[in-house]
T-cell receptor
Framework: DADVTQTPRNRITKTGKRIMLECSQT?????MYWYRQDPGLGLRLIYY???????NKGEISDGYSVSRQAQAKFSLSLESAIPNQTALYFC???????????????FGEGSRLTVL | GQSLEQPSEVTAVEGAIVQINCTYQ??????LSWYQQHDGGAPTFLSY????GLEETGRFSSFLSRSDSYGYLLLQELQMKDSASYFC??????????FGSGTKLNVKP
């Protein structure tokens, strides 16, 4: 089983609908992230969380919200989806080892969202 | 803000050596990471440079110069399976990671 699991893997929805993408991890990491990937634009940070009580906006948070339900779960919501939110979304985790910054993110397999 | 620059596409032949450069501007710089992503897949971690110099992991090496805000990924003995996109990413304040737009590597026989 994957260490970082995203659901759904693919979703087609209509403009104005509310959508939730879910992420769960078994790595025991405290830090979780949501990224969006568009062709030619790399990965852009939407939100990140360092623990259940700590949630922070990234580069492109407008139109998105998140919830950290537990250390292992981090959900991304689109309250009212619009076509330019069509993208590939990745959840990721990271952790420090003995207080040392490792520079490594562990990614889920991605959720492809299409908004019509 | 953050900005990272890397070439959009590189082509090389099997068995050759290729270098992918990355220049960056960021606040609170901690280090430079590299990721590989095959079409339709998730990014996977390749290497991290927290200090200046060269890090070697098998056929892949990565270099960082903090004073020049520059790094590169060196791939040796290229194989067809190395055809993928490669991203540099800077780690900044509070463990935030920012990615470049990626370099598509085409390996030809």
């Amino acid at each position: 089983d994957a260490d970082v699991t995203q659901t759904p893997r693919n979703r087609i929805t209509k403009t104005g609908k509310r959508i939730m993408l879910e992420c769960s991890q078994t790595k025991g990491h405290d830090r979780m992230y949501w990224y969006r990937q568009d062709p030619g634009l790399g990965l852009r940070l939407i939100y990140y969380s360092f623990d259940v009580k700590d949630i922070n906006k990234g580069e492109i948070s407008d139109g998105y919200s998140v919830s950290r339900q537990a250390q292992a779960k981090f959900s991304l919501s689109l309250e009212s989806a619009i076509p330019n939110q069509t993208a590939l979304y990745f959840c990721a985790t990271s952790a420090q080892k003995a207080g040392v910054y490792t520079g490594e993110l562990f990614f889920g397999e991605g959720s492809r969202l299409t908004v019509l | 803000g953050q900005s990272l620059e890397q070439p959009s596409e590189v082509t090389a032949v099997e068995g050759a050596i290729v270098q992918i450069n990355c220049t960056y501007q960021t606040s609170g710089f901690y280090g430079l990471s590299w990721y590989q992503q095959h079409d339709g897949g998730a990014p996977t971690f390749l290497s991290y440079n927290g200090l200046d110099g060269l890090e070697e992991t098998g056929r892949f090496s990565s270099f960082l110069s903090r004073s020049d805000s520059y790094g590169y990924l060196l791939l040796q003995e290229l194989q067809m399976k190395d055809s993928a996109s490669y991203f540099c990413a800077v780690g900044g304040n509070f463990n935030k990671f920012y990615f470049g737009s990626g370099t598509k590597l085409n390996v030809k026989p």
